[in-house]
């Protein structure tokens, strides 16, 4: 599940290892503090939601707890063959493949913006963003199907 869900949200791997139940909502995950220090919301479809719903119950604060833990939450997710933020790249390019402007893929990783409007002014919001967010999500499914 959580190799799953770093490819289809693009998350960082220390926001999906800290991501808590109180900050999923039926159309967006709330991040309160990111890797750039400001919080941030991703709309979710239901795609996610399927994703999500085997680790419904395992945990009530965490959603990927972990008893051994010390922060209660898993910190260091099984060894595979690539490195975790392979999944946040190929988000990214399987965006840009799909059509979704440079910018909006931007956007949905939570990069900051290069210029001052985009910075300081432009604010999207996860009504707007949704839809290439389900570009994305359609487009990975059909490449894991194939």
Same mark, same amino acid.
């Given at each position: 599940?959580?190799? &799953?869900? #770093?490819?289809?949200? %693009?998350? /960082? @791997?220390?926001? +999906?290892?800290?991501?808590?139940? @109180?900050?999923?909502?039926?159309?967006?995950?709330?991040?309160?503090?990111?890797?750039?220090? /400001?919080?941030?919301?991703?709309?979710? +479809?239901?795609?996610?939601? &399927?994703? +999500? #719903?085997?680790?419904?119950?395992? %945990?009530?604060?965490?959603?990927?707890?972990?008893?051994?833990?010390?922060? %209660?939450?898993?910190?260091?997710?099984?060894?595979?063959?690539?490195?975790?933020? #392979?999944?946040?790249?190929?988000?990214?390019? *399987? #965006?840009?493949?799909? %059509?979704?402007?440079?910018?909006? *893929?931007?956007?949905?990783?939570?990069?900051?913006?290069? !210029?001052?409007?985009?910075?300081?002014?432009?604010?999207? !919001? +996860?009504?707007?963003?949704?839809?290439?967010?389900? *570009?994305?999500?359609?487009?990975?499914?059909? /490449?894991?199907?194939?």
């Amino acid at each position: 599940m959580f190799f &799953e869900l #770093a490819l289809f949200t %693009g998350f /960082r @791997k220390t926001e +999906l290892l800290t991501l808590e139940w @109180k900050n999923v909502h039926e159309d967006h995950i709330h991040l309160p503090m990111t890797k750039n220090g /400001r919080s941030f919301d991703l709309p979710i +479809l239901q795609k996610h939601h &399927e994703i +999500l #719903a085997p680790m419904r119950g395992l %945990g009530r604060q965490w959603v990927f707890p972990s008893p051994k833990s010390v922060t %209660g939450h898993v910190t260091n997710p099984c060894r595979i063959q690539w490195n975790p933020h #392979a999944h946040r790249r190929t988000f990214a390019t *399987v #965006a840009m493949e799909a %059509g979704v402007l440079e910018e909006i *893929v931007g956007r949905l990783l939570n990069h900051t913006p290069l !210029s001052i409007t985009g910075q300081r002014y432009v604010k999207p !919001s +996860l009504d707007a963003l949704r839809p290439s967010m389900e *570009v994305v999500c359609n487009e990975l499914t059909v /490449r894991l199907s194939a």
